[in-house]
């Protein structure tokens, strides 16, 4: 494949961490622009990845005939104005997720790259996890029998990120853990099962522990330090259940709790087997065997699943083709969101 030009828009911590360092090294990938709001974030990174072009407008590159990528590192509100505006300029575009504030603006996403023949993927890593993919090939191979539950939590003690930031504020982020880790978990449960329907949405949000935000204790604060003159509108905690055509999800997300232990897992239910998935890492799966109880933790060579996600998408590109982490798939996952949201703000189960 030809190698792709690539522009890289926020210099926030994904962009740092994830996708300019696979960028960077993929040999299918020159990276010519970086843009940021703050200039110095910029110049840091174009220096220490050597990129020949720093901007604070993402609008400036978008006449570039060079530019055949774009990825989208931005605040969520953010996200579907500047994916839309590349892929109207013919670039296609990698978007970290959540793929926008909501379904609405992920379809308007979508129509756009359809309507220009381009490549949009969102930033749904957990797809390319080594040990996420084991587990899908054990539920289509039948290794779990019915799939009649899932069991998930995402919750930590006192971590509310940036407090009083784009974070915690609603018109910036779209809302709280839920758009900001949960997404990472029912995507990763939709991508597993790839349910033909979901039928019904019913949860509770909780916004409690820092309502007096000078009173808040906190054990840790990325993207901190808090801005007490700052806007705390999101939930800090969730919980719901979802009925699908397949099976039934149960979840509890929390970024803070008056718990001092973090639980982040996933636990699939069949009737001959199942698997407790320990988040970003490996996983045990228990049935039987000759009458006895039996357990395997399976030992995993993990691949990089963020140079993979960006080596996938820059290949996408290339030959123009829907991959796993298209638009398309995760529809389901905004939907769903937009869901769980409403059922809270009504109190009552949600229809999809």
Known sequence: MKQMTVAVIGC??????????????NPNAKIKYVVDIK????????????????????????????????????????HARMSIDCLNA????????????????????????????????????????????????????????DLYHIY???????????????????????????IDWGVHFLDLIFYCIDPEKVYTVSSSAYSELAKDMEEYVYESMWAGPPNYD?????????????RTSGPTINFNGA????????GMFIEFMGDKGGIKLQYGGGFTFYTT??????????????????????????????ENRKTRANVDNI??????????????????EVVL
Request: hydrophobic residues 40%; glycine residues 8%.
């Open 230 to 242: 700052g806007v705390y509108d999101v939930e800090e905690m969730v919980s719901g259940f979802i």
């Open 12 to 25: 926030g911590n994904i962009a740092r961490n994830s996708h300019l360092p696979a960028y960077a090294k």
């Open 90 to 145: 013919g670039k296609h575009v990698l978007c970290e997720k959540p793929a926008a504030m909501n379904a609405e603006e992920v379809k308007a996403m979508k129509e756009a790259a359809d309507k220009n023949g381009k490549i949009l993927n969102i930033g749904v890593v957990n797809r390319f996890n080594t040990a996420v993919n084991m587990i899908k090939d054990m539920i289509e191979a039948g290794k779990l029998g």
């Open 152 to 178: 998930c939590s995402f919750r930590s003690h006192r971590s509310i990120p940036g407090l009083g930031g784009w974070f915690t504020t609603k018109s910036m982020s779209g809302g709280g853990v839920l």
């Open 39 to 78: 200039p110095e974030a910029a110049k840091e990174m174009a220096e220490k990845y050597d990129v020949p072009h720093v901007l604070t407008d993402y609008r400036d590159l978008l006449d570039d005939p060079e530019v055949d990528v774009v990825s989208v590192c931005t605040p969520n509100y953010l």
């Open 255 to 262: 970024w803070a709790q008056n718990i001092g232990e973090a």
């Open 289 to 318: 065997k000759d009458g006895k109880l039996y357990e395997e933790t399976p030992e995993i060579d993990f691949a990089d699943m963020f140079y993979d996600e960006i080596d996938s998408f820059l290949k996408a590109a290339a």
């Open 331 to 348: 529809l389901i996952t905004t939907q769903v969101m937009d869901a769980i949201y409403e059922s809270a703000e009504l109190g009552r």
